[in-house]
């Protein structure tokens, strides 16, 4: 049974965001201040990731224990009222996630995932964002275009094979 009554229970679940929670806030905040520029929240990509590096071809989500349901995570137990709608409504965010997963492994993207108790009563993001830029520093590698000189290299070596 609920400790509260329908109507504080539903005041309550109203005033939860999807977007601009307080993690994704420090995380964003934490990255900007290392000097990564992103977008946030694209509706053309995939489950609308929070943080969005097209550069890197890297997206972050920050997923909430509960909404997500963390294995193991103390935040993601299911409600003791409603328990068939709940696990429903979970069930189907997994599901979703999944294939938002494959999505990107087809379009040759990176996802990186954290969990909201990774950021929440942490005091020191430090090693969070230093796990992510070095993600994205090899995503960034893995995608580099040849320059100029590297294209006219094989060109060359290419023309001088013929010509032997």
Known sequence: M????????SEVMSKIHSKDTKPEIEVRKALYARGYRYRIHCSNLPGKPDIVFRKSKTVI???GCFWHHH????????????????????THNQMRDKENLLKYAQMGWNVITIWE?????????????????AQLQQQALSIQPKSKYDQAEQQVGIAAEKGG
């Open 61 to 63: 989500f920050i997923n």
């Open 71 to 90: 294995e193991g995570c103390k935040y993601a137990s299911i409600p003791k009222s409603n328990t068939e709608f709940w696990q429903n409504k979970i």
């Open 2 to 9: 609920d400790i509260w009554s329908k109507e504080k229970r």
């Open 117 to 133: 108790c990774e950021v929440r009563h942490v005091h020191d993001l430090t090693p969070l964002i230093d796990h992510i830029t």
